[in-house]
């Protein structure tokens, strides 16, 4: 690394154009398009018997209303499942609009396309679906009884069955080996749903040339470059007659990596059919019924453990709830099985997943993405197990931690990419030691029994994870010189506010030896950039990121190459600094990139003073050689890609102390601490950033957030009225430090950050309410009204038992 | 998420608005500040054929403080009156619950008047004006003027005992009677939502400063503000000697409260127990500091 740039805590360079309302989202573009609107089913589970859009057609300003006989061809085709797995036995999913069957409320029944979207959903209002309604499967329960089937040709309701094994290292099997353990539990832990949320849904935008026969769509989403060949493959058109842009995107969590979506075929379907610019944005209640949700499990743990907490068995079932259909596959369970054991080492390992289909909207991965589970499961584990041995909660967790000189460290398990889970590097004690410091875990109890004394009750928890980022298969990296020096990187991937303007810059900044104001850098457009596969899983600085270095290095290689000539030097005594070649120890002999750029593009043409120096009188050099040599390319710039053999294994350990009412049951989040790895930081602030943003979606999910529905399958909480994210006023300043072990993996050596935050939150602050109350917390959120409930049921067996029971559950 | 088809009136003068709800009766509905109407609309829950928008009379915005109590023009946005500390020394009471509406930014638009009219069940300013024993006068073309005490107003959950073509045009909350002290407090899921329960208190000294009235309003839990008097629970003893949960179990054992998604009927029913003793004691602490103040 050159400059001083990567690793520096620069403020996001993204920022002033968004906070001060410059940016361009979906719903800004595209102000004289007609506007599309759906009729969407307000049955979880029912048969379309007929539709009648007479009543429709009077609406001033309606231009088309279409169902899907309408449709044709392979737009009328089921959605593509994105994600097939073998034990994927009942993949299922939706069409863009329904055929014969709806099985959630809001799913699309018919579009309507008008001049604005005020009269688009005045048509829409007006049309009669006439239903026979089925009987809806809601909660995980009733889909594993199966008493009614969302699928009529899938048995049981199960989509998917998976078996993972790892024997011990006597070779015993999990249930052999909790069988022959010194102790042994057995638990239940769930967690409900809830939905990645962003403040700008979904949308798109589409523009059909037809002198050109050419498309393009502007769309919210998380991966431009599949989105562009879903729609070339739906639409049966030339992918190069395709471009699909990400505008700015205001966030997207997940939830916009799914693709396509049905609005994203049908939208670019009627503006070719049409001729017309068209455009749909998603309202709030679209968002909560009609994208996805994510994290609703049920979890039977059971677990042998010696006298120290060591863990010998460790045998996980668990029901994942998928929702009407499998469109992105199971990886969210597949992460919760195999991300479930972090830092640990466990003895044997055996997890099983059934993955159920109910009528409620699909789930996909949610920020975290079955990770949040899974650390739900081990980290309650833990303290279970502290518990029932009477030991610190940490010294169960040192107890069976992996060590630094453990790495690689093989977990035996197959990972959602399908590739080994191994682990790259990391210091989990360190981590646990850190955490303990910052949070003052070791004079905590002095605290705790002070504030007692004036009737406050205090609670710390405490929780490990492993994060498994940068997954492949690849990502792409442009770099481009320009003749006045500006320095444009792009990259395939999608940015929804993760500051990829300012981290990509630094990177470049920093290899190319350039000013970061010279660097522009473009996200999620197919035009600039058409190979790709999306921003999610915490990847886009790994995958991108390390291939705009390589690009970069590439890239730096030439100008040496052609500075070296124009210098009459050799090319290794060169060095670039702020955008100037020159000889090293001699700066007199210097030469601007912006000159080495045109001078790297031998011209014919002058059209201004710099292209002249490269005009074929201008440029001296030799006369009995091509000039462009062989092998090299006209042009200052260069592609390439990175694909890793295995994702990076960022970890961290998260410490929280709540305060909770003893008579209004509230919790009150006092301090958050969270000590985190994610190998070499590229932004220090920016990562930070991340883990805020992450923890107050954890403390979301943890306290306020749950999707609920009723026994019809009717979501009773869609909007944010009664959908409760946390505001401003829930989160407690975030303390946090860093640890960095590089990644060996990559040559920037750097891990994900994007999901840290999130993922430990429910199981800390479980802990931690547990801890001020005494009463065992195994389902997540948590709710004063729950909490109530909860201490009056320890009230209930208390009295019973005298107290036994309720003692027991307080942890030491 | 986008309104049905309405017309739109936007009358300069009170008459005009008057004349206004008079031609179009049930059709019409007032917008205030239309931090709730316009909700309504954009989920489609309301479809009024006709909007008359109040917001361009500017006789409305009013804030009318004196001895007897505090009048609150229709157009007083929840804002000003939070920061009318004159309106605070005569009731301090009203300032007291604003706080735990929404956010600044809502105050700033929502009106006092609007609150009152749109009777939400959960809402912070029904109680307060119905512990007050306050009231709502109303305006219309055809009957002139009346007001109706809050008793009466508040009909049933989001039904104000408004007729077709009556607007609201104030709200009528009396002083804080000698040696009296009020408090508000009340449990949200988060900071500014509507409460899932709360409680307001009043609670009056006599001259040997012993509780001579004690009353409480409740939010959350029932479909109208619930008031409560608690006077002869409390027994006329000074505050100290006060056997407070007592009143507050009282409480507790006097509302039914439904449950909902956020909260179930035990859970509220036990907040008004703890509510209730919190601002009883409040109220009484605040109406003992005055008179020693004084
Ligand atoms: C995010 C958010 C959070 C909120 N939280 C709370 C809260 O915690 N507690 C709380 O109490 N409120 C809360 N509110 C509602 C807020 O206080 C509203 O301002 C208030 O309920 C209505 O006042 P308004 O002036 O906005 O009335 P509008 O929305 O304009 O009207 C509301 C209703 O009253 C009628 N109306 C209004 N004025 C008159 C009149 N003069 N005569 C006859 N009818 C009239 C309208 O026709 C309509 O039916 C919240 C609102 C939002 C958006």
Redesign the interface.
């Given at each position: 690394m050159t400059t001083k740039l990567f690793g520096e805590p620069i403020p996001r360079r993204e920022d002033p154009r968004l906070v001060t309302g410059r940016g361009r989202f979906l719903d800004d573009l595209g102000g004289r398009a007609l506007a599309a609107a759906f009729v969407r089913s307000p049955h979880a589970h029912a048969r379309v018997v007929d539709i009648d859009v007479a009543g429709a057609l009077d609406v001033e300003g309606l231009v088309a209303v279409y169902t899907w006989d309408d449709l044709g061809g392979r737009v009328g085709e089921p959605l593509p499942l994105l994600i097939p797995h073998p034990a994927l036995t009942h993949g299922r999913t939706g069409y863009p609009l329904a055929r014969d069957v709806v099985r959630h409320v809001g799913e699309p029944v018919a579009m309507v396309v008008a001049t604005d979207r005020y009269l688009a959903e005045d048509a829409a209002d007006r049309i009669l679906v006439g239903y026979e309604p089925l009987p809806p499967v809601v909660g995980i329960e009733a889909a594993a009884a199966a008493d009614h089937l969302v699928h009529e040709d899938v048995p049981g309701n199960a989509g998917a069955r998976l078996v993972q094994e790892v024997p011990g290292p006597d070779g015993l099997s999990a249930p052999a080996a909790i069988e022959r353990a010194p102790h042994r539990l057995e638990f239940r832990l769930a967690i409900e749903r809830s939905a990645s949320m962003p403040l700008e849904g979904r949308g798109v935008y589409a523009r059909w040339d037809a002198d050109d026969e050419s498309l393009r769509v502007y769309s919210s989403t998380q991966t431009s470059t599949s989105v562009r060949m879903a729609i070339a493959a739906k639409l049966d058109l030339p992918p190069a007659k395709v471009e699909v842009i990400a505008p700015d995107v205001g966030g997207g969590f997940g939830v916009k990596i799914v693709h396509p979506w049905p609005e994203e075929i049908l939208v670019p379907w009627a503006a070719r059919l049409l001729g017309r610019e068209v455009k749909w944005t998603e309202d709030r209640r679209e968002h909560f019924t009609s994208s996805a949700h994510e994290r609703g499990q049920v979890h039977f743990v059971r677990v042998g453990f010696d006298d120290e907490g060591r863990i010998l068995g460790l045998d996980v079932r668990f029901l994942h709830d998928h929702g009407a259909y499998t469109p992105y596959g199971i990886i969210v369970p597949i992460i919760t099985s195999t991300q479930l054991l972090g830092p640990y080492k466990v003895g044997a390992y055996r997890v099983e997943f059934t993955s159920l289909y109910t009528n409620t909207v699909q789930v996909t991965p949610y920020r975290g993405a079955g990770r949040p589970q899974g650390v739900f499961c081990m980290e309650r584990t833990m303290d279970r197990v502290a518990v029932h041995l009477g030991r610190d909660r940490t010294l169960v967790r040192a107890a069976n931690l992996i060590q630094p000189g453990d790495f690689p460290y093989d977990q035996g398990l197959t990972f959602q990419d399908g590739r080994p889970l191994i682990y790259d590097s990391g210091d989990y004690p360190e981590l646990l030691r850190m955490v303990k410091e910052l949070i003052g875990w070791d004079d905590f109890g002095k605290a705790q029994t002070e504030a007692a004394v004036r009737g406050r009750r205090l609670g710390l928890g405490l929780a490990c994870y492993v994060e498994g980022t940068g997954v492949g298969p690849y990502e792409g990296g442009h770099v481009e010189v320009d003749s006045s020096g500006r320095v444009h990187v792009s990259t395939g991937l999608t940015s929804q506010g993760q500051g990829h303007q300012t981290v990509f810059a630094q990177i470049a900044a920093a290899e190319l030896g350039v000013p970061i104001e010279d660097i522009r850098v473009t996200t999620g457009d197919t035009r600039r950039f058409r190979y790709a596969v999306g921003t999610f899983a915490s990847r886009a600085a790994v995958l991108s990121g390390n291939a705009i270095a390589l690009a970069c290095r590439a890239l730096r290689d030439k100008a040496l190459r052609i500075a070296a000539d124009a210098l009459e030097a050799d090319p290794r005594d060169l060095e670039i600094e702020d955008g100037i070649v020159r000889i090293r120890g001699n700066p007199a002999a210097s030469i601007p990139l912006r000159t080495v750029a045109v001078l790297s593009n031998p011209l014919r043409y002058a059209f201004d003073e710099e292209a002249a120096r490269a005009t074929q009188f201008a440029v001296g050099g030799s006369t009995d050689q091509p000039p462009v040599a062989e092998g090299e390319q006209p042009g200052l710039e260069g592609t390439q890609y990175y694909s890793p053999v295995r994702s990076t294994f960022a970890a961290g350990a998260h410490a929280a102390i709540v305060e909770t009412d003893p008579d209004t049951a509230e919790v009150r989040v006092l301090r958050y601490a969270v000590v985190h790895d994610c190998g070499r930081l590229i932004n220090p602030r920016i990562v930070e950033g991340q883990i805020h943003g992450g923890v107050a979606q954890g403390i979301g999910g943890a306290l306020y957030e749950r999707l609920i529905y009723d026994e019809h399958g009717q979501l009773l909480n869609a909007s944010f009225m009664d959908f409760l994210m946390p505001y401003a006023t829930e989160i407690p300043a975030i303390e946090t430090a860093h640890l960095e072990t590089p990644s060996p993996l990559n040559p920037l050596g750097v891990k994900g950050a994007g999901e840290a935050g999130v993922i430990p939150v429910s199981a800390v602050i479980a802990a931690a309410i547990e801890d001020a109350e005494g009463i065992r917390i195994e389902e997540m959120p948590i709710s004063p009204d729950d909490l109530f409930r909860l201490r009056e049921r320890a009230r209930r067996a208390a009295g019973e038992s005298s107290g036994a029971e309720a003692g027991e559950a307080r942890p030491v | 998420?986008?309104?049905?088809?309405f017309a739109y009136r936007a009358p300069r003068t009170l008459d005009e608005a008057l004349a206004a709800l008079a031609e179009y009766g049930a059709d019409a509905k007032v917008l205030a500040g239309g931090q709730s109407l316009i909700?309504l609309l954009n989920?489609?829950l309301a479809a009024p054929a006709v909007i008359v928008d109040i917001n361009r009379i500017g006789a409305l915005d009013t804030v009318f403080v004196d001895a007897t109590g505090v009048r609150i023009g229709a157009l007083a946005r929840q804002r000003r009156v939070e920061r009318a500390t004159d309106a605070a020394r005569v009731q301090p009471l009203i300032g007291q619950a604003l706080r735990h509406i929404a956010h600044p930014v809502i105050r700033v638009r929502g009106t006092v008047v609007g609150s009152l009219a749109h009777a939400d069940p959960a809402a912070e300013l029904p109680v307060v004006l119905a512990v007050l024993g306050g009231s709502v006068e109303v305006a219309s073309a055809a009957g002139g003027r009346r007001a109706i005490p809050a008793a009466e107003f508040f009909a049933g959950a989001l039904e104000p005992a408004l007729r077709p073509g009556e607007l609201a045009v104030g709200a009528f909350f009396p002083a804080l009677g000698p040696r009296a002290g009020t408090a508000f407090a009340e449990?949200a899921?988060?900071?500014?939502?509507y409460g899932?329960a709360g409680v307001a208190a009043v609670v009056a000294l006599d001259d040997d400063l012993r509780v001579a009235a004690a009353r409480i309003g409740c939010l959350g839990v029932a479909a109208t503000p619930f008031v409560l008097d608690l006077t002869d629970v409390l027994g006329h003893r000074p505050p100290d000697s006060c056997d407070w949960s007592a009143a507050a179990e009282h409480a507790k054992r006097a509302v039914r409260p439904e449950a909902d998604?956020?909260?179930?009927g035990?859970?509220r029913r036990?907040?008004i127990g703890?509510?209730t003793e919190r601002t009883l004691r409040a109220a009484a602490a605040a109406a003992r500091d005055g008179v020693i103040d004084d």
């Amino acid at each position: 690394m050159t400059t001083k740039l990567f690793g520096e805590p620069i403020p996001r360079r993204e920022d002033p154009r968004l906070v001060t309302g410059r940016g361009r989202f979906l719903d800004d573009l595209g102000g004289r398009a007609l506007a599309a609107a759906f009729v969407r089913s307000p049955h979880a589970h029912a048969r379309v018997v007929d539709i009648d859009v007479a009543g429709a057609l009077d609406v001033e300003g309606l231009v088309a209303v279409y169902t899907w006989d309408d449709l044709g061809g392979r737009v009328g085709e089921p959605l593509p499942l994105l994600i097939p797995h073998p034990a994927l036995t009942h993949g299922r999913t939706g069409y863009p609009l329904a055929r014969d069957v709806v099985r959630h409320v809001g799913e699309p029944v018919a579009m309507v396309v008008a001049t604005d979207r005020y009269l688009a959903e005045d048509a829409a209002d007006r049309i009669l679906v006439g239903y026979e309604p089925l009987p809806p499967v809601v909660g995980i329960e009733a889909a594993a009884a199966a008493d009614h089937l969302v699928h009529e040709d899938v048995p049981g309701n199960a989509g998917a069955r998976l078996v993972q094994e790892v024997p011990g290292p006597d070779g015993l099997s999990a249930p052999a080996a909790i069988e022959r353990a010194p102790h042994r539990l057995e638990f239940r832990l769930a967690i409900e749903r809830s939905a990645s949320m962003p403040l700008e849904g979904r949308g798109v935008y589409a523009r059909w040339d037809a002198d050109d026969e050419s498309l393009r769509v502007y769309s919210s989403t998380q991966t431009s470059t599949s989105v562009r060949m879903a729609i070339a493959a739906k639409l049966d058109l030339p992918p190069a007659k395709v471009e699909v842009i990400a505008p700015d995107v205001g966030g997207g969590f997940g939830v916009k990596i799914v693709h396509p979506w049905p609005e994203e075929i049908l939208v670019p379907w009627a503006a070719r059919l049409l001729g017309r610019e068209v455009k749909w944005t998603e309202d709030r209640r679209e968002h909560f019924t009609s994208s996805a949700h994510e994290r609703g499990q049920v979890h039977f743990v059971r677990v042998g453990f010696d006298d120290e907490g060591r863990i010998l068995g460790l045998d996980v079932r668990f029901l994942h709830d998928h929702g009407a259909y499998t469109p992105y596959g199971i990886i969210v369970p597949i992460i919760t099985s195999t991300q479930l054991l972090g830092p640990y080492k466990v003895g044997a390992y055996r997890v099983e997943f059934t993955s159920l289909y109910t009528n409620t909207v699909q789930v996909t991965p949610y920020r975290g993405a079955g990770r949040p589970q899974g650390v739900f499961c081990m980290e309650r584990t833990m303290d279970r197990v502290a518990v029932h041995l009477g030991r610190d909660r940490t010294l169960v967790r040192a107890a069976n931690l992996i060590q630094p000189g453990d790495f690689p460290y093989d977990q035996g398990l197959t990972f959602q990419d399908g590739r080994p889970l191994i682990y790259d590097s990391g210091d989990y004690p360190e981590l646990l030691r850190m955490v303990k410091e910052l949070i003052g875990w070791d004079d905590f109890g002095k605290a705790q029994t002070e504030a007692a004394v004036r009737g406050r009750r205090l609670g710390l928890g405490l929780a490990c994870y492993v994060e498994g980022t940068g997954v492949g298969p690849y990502e792409g990296g442009h770099v481009e010189v320009d003749s006045s020096g500006r320095v444009h990187v792009s990259t395939g991937l999608t940015s929804q506010g993760q500051g990829h303007q300012t981290v990509f810059a630094q990177i470049a900044a920093a290899e190319l030896g350039v000013p970061i104001e010279d660097i522009r850098v473009t996200t999620g457009d197919t035009r600039r950039f058409r190979y790709a596969v999306g921003t999610f899983a915490s990847r886009a600085a790994v995958l991108s990121g390390n291939a705009i270095a390589l690009a970069c290095r590439a890239l730096r290689d030439k100008a040496l190459r052609i500075a070296a000539d124009a210098l009459e030097a050799d090319p290794r005594d060169l060095e670039i600094e702020d955008g100037i070649v020159r000889i090293r120890g001699n700066p007199a002999a210097s030469i601007p990139l912006r000159t080495v750029a045109v001078l790297s593009n031998p011209l014919r043409y002058a059209f201004d003073e710099e292209a002249a120096r490269a005009t074929q009188f201008a440029v001296g050099g030799s006369t009995d050689q091509p000039p462009v040599a062989e092998g090299e390319q006209p042009g200052l710039e260069g592609t390439q890609y990175y694909s890793p053999v295995r994702s990076t294994f960022a970890a961290g350990a998260h410490a929280a102390i709540v305060e909770t009412d003893p008579d209004t049951a509230e919790v009150r989040v006092l301090r958050y601490a969270v000590v985190h790895d994610c190998g070499r930081l590229i932004n220090p602030r920016i990562v930070e950033g991340q883990i805020h943003g992450g923890v107050a979606q954890g403390i979301g999910g943890a306290l306020y957030e749950r999707l609920i529905y009723d026994e019809h399958g009717q979501l009773l909480n869609a909007s944010f009225m009664d959908f409760l994210m946390p505001y401003a006023t829930e989160i407690p300043a975030i303390e946090t430090a860093h640890l960095e072990t590089p990644s060996p993996l990559n040559p920037l050596g750097v891990k994900g950050a994007g999901e840290a935050g999130v993922i430990p939150v429910s199981a800390v602050i479980a802990a931690a309410i547990e801890d001020a109350e005494g009463i065992r917390i195994e389902e997540m959120p948590i709710s004063p009204d729950d909490l109530f409930r909860l201490r009056e049921r320890a009230r209930r067996a208390a009295g019973e038992s005298s107290g036994a029971e309720a003692g027991e559950a307080r942890p030491v | 998420m986008k309104p049905p088809p309405f017309a739109y009136r936007a009358p300069r003068t009170l008459d005009e608005a008057l004349a206004a709800l008079a031609e179009y009766g049930a059709d019409a509905k007032v917008l205030a500040g239309g931090q709730s109407l316009i909700p309504l609309l954009n989920m489609r829950l309301a479809a009024p054929a006709v909007i008359v928008d109040i917001n361009r009379i500017g006789a409305l915005d009013t804030v009318f403080v004196d001895a007897t109590g505090v009048r609150i023009g229709a157009l007083a946005r929840q804002r000003r009156v939070e920061r009318a500390t004159d309106a605070a020394r005569v009731q301090p009471l009203i300032g007291q619950a604003l706080r735990h509406i929404a956010h600044p930014v809502i105050r700033v638009r929502g009106t006092v008047v609007g609150s009152l009219a749109h009777a939400d069940p959960a809402a912070e300013l029904p109680v307060v004006l119905a512990v007050l024993g306050g009231s709502v006068e109303v305006a219309s073309a055809a009957g002139g003027r009346r007001a109706i005490p809050a008793a009466e107003f508040f009909a049933g959950a989001l039904e104000p005992a408004l007729r077709p073509g009556e607007l609201a045009v104030g709200a009528f909350f009396p002083a804080l009677g000698p040696r009296a002290g009020t408090a508000f407090a009340e449990t949200a899921r988060r900071h500014g939502d509507y409460g899932l329960a709360g409680v307001a208190a009043v609670v009056a000294l006599d001259d040997d400063l012993r509780v001579a009235a004690a009353r409480i309003g409740c939010l959350g839990v029932a479909a109208t503000p619930f008031v409560l008097d608690l006077t002869d629970v409390l027994g006329h003893r000074p505050p100290d000697s006060c056997d407070w949960s007592a009143a507050a179990e009282h409480a507790k054992r006097a509302v039914r409260p439904e449950a909902d998604i956020h909260a179930g009927g035990d859970y509220r029913r036990h907040l008004i127990g703890v509510l209730t003793e919190r601002t009883l004691r409040a109220a009484a602490a605040a109406a003992r500091d005055g008179v020693i103040d004084d």
